[in-house]
């Protein structure tokens, strides 16, 4: 049988420390949530590709070391409410609801969302309220969000996402497709909001992202 429990340290001492993640609540997170319940094939959870999510279908989940360079620059705290669009079957909802008070998984797919219902419950995460709707369009019931946490590659700027920003909130993407994408970071300062980017990265593309194709003569 794997030991997932070793696998787990060695996804952080070799996929996230390596990279410039060195907050240690965000490592103990990863360290102890069991990555190996939320993917399709328990023997691919540790690796440092994109692997499929569990509950059936072609979506995939973003590698460890992007997932972990989004959060750590969205800097959730223990008072933030997170929104985490594109949930999938709910890792990174379990991973931010041990760093912030009550974290939204919103998810598009039904099947999606019910299997992260049950891998939250499996889990013991008790502070995640899973939802599903249309991601591009978030979830305005329970906004403003002090981080929203986009779960995949965007190709358009969220506007509906950032309008349920909360004062100071922030928002961590992959903006573009393969290997032209950014991993960046939208900051509501008052009516503004600002963004920077953080780092080349690449992460799949998230259902109603997508830029429409351009025609070409």
């Given amino acids: 049988m794997p030991d997932f429990a070793q696998q787990r340290r060695m996804m952080v001492d070799g996929q996230l420390r390596t990279y410039d993640v060195t907050d240690p609540s965000l490592i103990a997170a990863m ?3 069991p990555r190996e319940f939320f993917v399709a094939d328990p023997a691919t959870a540790y690796s440092d590709r994109s692997v ?8 995939r989940m973003m590698t460890p070391m992007v997932f972990a360079r989004l959060v750590q620059a969205a800097a959730p705290t223990a008072g933030d409410t997170v929104l985490v669009v594109g949930a999938g079957a709910g890792y990174g909802a379990t ?15 039904a099947a999606l969302a019910s299997a992260a219902t049950r891998t939250l419950a499996v889990s013991g995460a008790q502070n995640v309220t899973v939802v599903q709707g249309p991601l591009a369009a978030g979830h305005a019931a329970r906004a403003p969000y002090g981080v929203i946490l986009v779960e995949g ?9 950032l309008k349920q920003l909360a ?16 991993a960046v ?4 300062n008052g009516d503004v909001v600002g963004q920077r980017s953080i780092t080349e990265a690449a992460a799949p593309l998230l259902p109603g992202f997508a830029a429409e194709a351009a025609f070409v003569f």
């Fill in 31 to 33: 360290g102890s949530v």
């Fill in 52 to 59: 499929f999510m569990a509950g059936g279908g072609q979506r």
């Fill in 95 to 109: 991973v931010l609801a041990r760093l912030a008070a009550h974290v939204v998984a919103l998810e598009s797919d």
């Fill in 153 to 161: 590659a965007i190709e358009i700027e969220p506007a509906d996402l």
């Fill in 167 to 182: 004062p100071g909130g922030r928002l961590a993407c992959v903006m573009g497709r393969g290997r032209a994408g950014r």
């Fill in 185 to 188: 970071i939208y900051s509501r």
